[in-house]
């Protein structure tokens, strides 16, 4: 085509009328001229006719080659690229990954008005996706399009969404190793990881983040220290740490079961205190973990720290009603709970497991619960 194309409205009408295949060749060529700038203002406009003419075409074949002819245009009107990427997956993918004539907000909206993984898939693929996208992306709580959103080292991801993706999808091990794998993470969510992921993936993560690890490393010896223990509002000096460790020694309780007893205890702050030497991460991390109601986080602690399994069920339980009384066991002297709230805890558990059904080795938590009523330690 020469830039003195003769191009009206009648010979548009006529090629809408013309065979598909003849339409599809046509549309190529129009569209790469337009791109180059090779029509004049009048020419502009009856050639935008022709586009949204084409966007309504019963033919999805046609519909899609528009959208590849166009997918890289700029100066597409918004109104086109919309109704394409609206589309069925034929025609909505091409413009839906390339076309930057769709705004953030155009993508969110429909990122939030749609479930098709693909269409997902492809705004995740995008050159330049902002962290609102790929927060709205995250919210969408599929694996495949977290996975790629991850590999995409393109998008930007916020704290907020990289925590979130840590804590929703902890058990997916592809999605944490696409995490594991990115550029750069924040040493925050580097803190988090460490808790949660496999000993293949912890090994990947220190070679990966080696310099943040190394600062992380400073954070756990340091976290040692009672003034640094006391700034993360903890309740347990080294000191404290100790008496309960010279207990459990005196007791005989056997490594593996001497974070199980501090719940026993009612002492959840120890229990935390204990995972975080065993696993060697920041007390911080292990208390926010906890936290979470859902109780994935106590799952990927236990885990880590090589609890026994079996005791796991019975000692979520227990998770749960420390929760439920954990007012009122902030009366108590951590080491060794009153009778009266060995005898809280007891009907506490009893009532959750009336709920949810008898779990494996209960008896043996409530016989260390009540043993514990008894037990203090010297000064």
């Given at each position: ?35 180059s700038g090779g029509f004049d203002d009048d020419q502009m406009k ?334």
């Amino acid at each position: 085509m020469s830039k003195n194309i003769g191009l009206s409205l009648e010979d548009i009408r006529h090629l809408l009328k013309s065979p598909l295949e003849k339409r599809m060749d046509v549309t190529k060529k129009i569209a790469e001229f337009y791109s180059s700038g090779g029509f004049d203002d009048d020419q502009m406009k009856i050639i935008e006719y022709l586009f949204r003419s084409l966007v309504k075409d019963t033919e999805v074949q046609m519909r899609k080659t528009l959208a590849e002819s166009i997918k890289n245009i700029s100066t597409i009107p918004a109104d086109v690229v919309k109704s394409l990427s609206e589309d069925v997956q034929e025609v909505s993918l091409p413009v839906l990954e390339f076309s930057e004539v769709l705004s953030d907000a155009d993508l969110i909206d429909i990122i939030e008005s749609t479930q098709d993984v693909k269409k997902l898939v492809a705004v995740s693929n995008r050159d330049e996706v902002s962290e609102d996208i790929s927060g709205a992306l995250v919210e969408s709580k599929s694996e495949e399009v977290v996975d790629s959103l991850l590999k995409n080292e393109k998008a930007a991801v916020s704290e907020k969404s990289y925590m979130k993706i840590a804590n929703e999808f902890a058990d997916k091990e592809d999605v944490m190793n696409a995490m594991v794998g990115r550029h750069t993470l924040p040493i925050s969510v580097i803190e988090t990881l460490t808790t949660k992921i496999s000993d293949a993936l912890y090994e990947k993560l220190g070679e990966k983040h080696k310099d943040e690890f190394s600062q992380i490393s400073d954070e756990i010896k340091n976290s040692r220290d009672v003034v640094t223990m006391k700034a993360l509002g903890l309740k347990a000096s080294d000191e404290d740490y100790k008496k309960f460790r010279d207990l459990m020694q005196k007791l005989h309780v056997a490594d593996e079961l001497i974070p199980i007893s501090a719940l026993c205890m009612g002492n959840m702050n120890m229990f935390e205190v204990s995972v975080a030497r065993i696993t060697q991460a920041p007390v911080l991390n292990i208390r926010q973990l906890m936290h979470d109601e859902s109780n994935k986080g106590f799952e990927a602690v236990y885990t880590r720290a090589g609890l026994p399994m079996n005791l796991f069920a019975a000692t979520e339980i227990l998770i749960q009603v420390l929760r439920d009384l954990e007012e009122e066991l902030e009366n108590e002297d951590g080491f060794a709970v009153s009778k009266k709230m060995a005898n809280r805890m007891i009907e506490g558990y009893m009532m959750r497991v009336e709920e949810e059904g008898e779990v494996q080795n209960m008896d043996y938590i409530l016989s260390l619960i009540r043993h514990n009523a008894t037990i203090g330690i010297e000064d």
